[in-house]
């Protein structure tokens, strides 16, 4: 098994030296970054945590997880913060950091805030996997069938579907036997929970 990745940037080496050790005692793989920066110009790992103070010279910790939120590396972060920074941790936690932790950092409670935020990565990566499988299925679906499926799920009859649409009620049972086809959904509900996961709500 892989073993979880942790990434710190902390301007402080003592600091970065610290956290590095303890981690590494509990069994991550940790990579240590000066400053945010030095973490941009390399490739990102996509599953790993990142734990960052929020005040460092140059780009702070709140600038680096919105850079890496512009670039769609959602990775689940940590904030290290001094007392003076708690408002700027909740700015950061609104902008979808998972945790912040004050100074002076306490090894348990950094492992398990750690090991938190890792599962939660795994969570969000297997709801982004689910949303981009469920569109591409979607995208099987002609433009009428699309409209159609969208009224369906709203618990429109087929009935009701014709005569919005103006059709005959045999032609929207040909097409919702087509969407059930393509979608190999099996009932409405499992239609309802692929338009969803396809929205993200899945």
Do not use: W
Not at 40 to 64: I, K, N, Q, Y
Not at 99 to 105: S, T
């Amino acid at each position: 098994m892989e073993r979880q990745r942790v990434i710190i940037v902390d301007d402080d080496e003592a600091v970065r030296d610290s956290m590095r050790a303890m981690l590494e005692a509990e069994g991550f793989t940790v990579q240590c970054y000066a400053a945010a920066n030095c973490l941009l110009e390399e490739a990102v790992p996509s599953h790993a945590c990142l734990v960052t103070d929020v005040r460092m010279p140059g780009m702070s910790g709140l600038e680096l997880q919105e850079e890496l939120n512009r670039r769609k590396l959602n990775l689940p972060v940590i904030m290290i913060t001094g007392h003076a920074d708690v408002p700027l941790a909740v700015r950061a936690m609104k902008a979808g950091a998972v945790e912040f932790i004050e100074k002076p950092v306490a090894g348990e409670i950094l492992v398990a805030a750690i090991k938190a935020a890792l599962h939660l990565g795994v969570q969000s990566q297997a709801r982004e996997a689910e949303t981009k499988a469920a569109q591409e299925v979607l995208q099987s679906l002609t433009p009428r069938e699309r409209e159609i499926l969208g009224m369906l799920v709203k618990g429109l009859a087929n009935k009701t579907v014709a005569q919005q649409l103006g059709i005959s009620h045999r032609t929207v049972e040909l097409h919702r036997a087509h969407i059930v086809q393509k979608l190999n959904a099996k009932n409405l509900s499992a239609m309802v929970r692929l338009v969803l996961a396809a929205e993200g709500r899945g």
